[in-house]
């Protein structure tokens, strides 16, 4: 197992989204194109082009890397321990293509999390603006595994530690059940 410590004081989480747009939330369905359902839902599940992805600064690649993981989240093995002072994540992928999108998201966003660059994407949980708060709170070390990566992070300030543990529990839910994770969320916020 190849070693990789990040000594920079990063928060975020593998997938700050992850999505897999093929369900709607449960409830009556709408037609979007029609005025006066538009306030209740306001934007249109694109399955193909997935502008929920896109914040306000992040790039084709990183939107790529996400598609993928939405797309193909059923391939994702996820395990969380939650430590007295953190979480520690395994994430996996037997597909080749998804372990490569995974890798490379996971170390964009200890990258973004470091220089306190959030990068806003619309679907993204409140809970991972909130990490990006305290970032320079939380210390991560990142290790790859034969087929993806384990992630510790951990803070001396329990509410960041409540908050890594919130985050990690969210993105577990949506690696596992995808787009309808991502929608639930979304609309108990409102």
């Known amino acids: 197992m190849k070693t990789l410590l990040i000594a920079a ?3 975020l989480h593998i997938f700050p989204a992850v999505v897999n ?3 709607d939330p449960p409830g009556p369905r ?3 194109n029609d005025h006066r359902t538009a306030r209740f839902h306001p934007h249109q599940h694109d399955e193909v ?12 690649k990183e939107v790529n890397d996400l598609k993928r993981i ?3 989240h059923r391939g994702i093995d996820r395990k969380v321990e939650n430590l007295a002072d953190g979480i520690k994540t395994t994430t996996q992928a037997k597909d080749l293509q998804l372990r490569e999108s995974v890798l490379s998201h996971v170390t964009m966003m200890v ?3 470091a220089e306190g660059k959030n990068p806003e ?3 993204q949980s409140p809970t991972l603006d909130q990490l990006f708060e305290y970032h320079k709170e ?4 990142l290790m790859t595994t034969d087929w993806g990566i384990t992630v510790i992070q951990t803070s001396s300030n329990p509410k960041v530690v409540a908050l890594l543990q919130k985050h990690a529990a969210e993105v577990s839910e949506m690696a596992r059940r995808g787009m309808a994770a991502v929608h639930e969320r979304m609309e108990k916020s409102r």
Do not use: C, S, W, Y
């Open 9 to 11: 004081f990063v928060g």
């Open 138 to 141: 939380i210390r991560t070390e």
């Open 70 to 72: 939405f797309v193909l």
């Open 121 to 123: 994407v619309f679907i």
């Open 49 to 60: 082009n997935m502008p929920g992805l896109r914040g306000k600064d992040t790039t084709a």
């Open 21 to 23: 747009a093929q369900t």
């Open 111 to 113: 990258t973004r999390l």
């Open 30 to 32: 709408h037609d979007h």
